[in-house]
């Protein structure tokens, strides 16, 4: 079954980086785009960060020139780099397949000082 488990949220400072990889399983992972969302306390779930299985990337107005999404097609993962963290960044990360209702279970970023 498709599986999706993110990881390498945490807590840092503002200005501070992390990179949150998603590992994938149960599908060929090669073949599909995948997907940055976050959900930040009281608010709608929002696109981060898309990749197309050509590589093609799209950002959120929000975190254009601070974030960058990448996959190892050889690892299946999907990687979420954030530079420039602000506290408007805290949120749970969740990464998702770009067909079918495939969710990962999260993780914590928290931008704090």
């Known amino acids: 079954q498709v599986q999706l488990v993110e990881s390498g949220g945490g807590l840092v400072q503002p200005g501070g980086s992390l990179r949150l990889s998603c590992a994938a399983s149960g599908f060929t992972f090669s073949a599909y785009g995948m997907r940055w969302y976050r959900q930040a306390p009281g608010k709608e779930r929002e696109l981060v960060a898309t990749?197309?299985?050509?590589?093609?990337?799209n950002y959120a107005d929000s975190v254009k020139g601070r974030f960058t999404i990448s996959r190892d097609n050889a690892k299946n993962t999907v990687y979420l780099q954030m530079n420039n963290l602000k506290r408007e960044d805290t949120a749970v990360y969740y990464c998702m397949r770009s067909v079918g209702s495939y969710w990962g279970q999260g993780t914590q970023v928290t931008v704090s000082s």
């Open positions: 990749i197309s299985s050509t590589r093609s990337t």
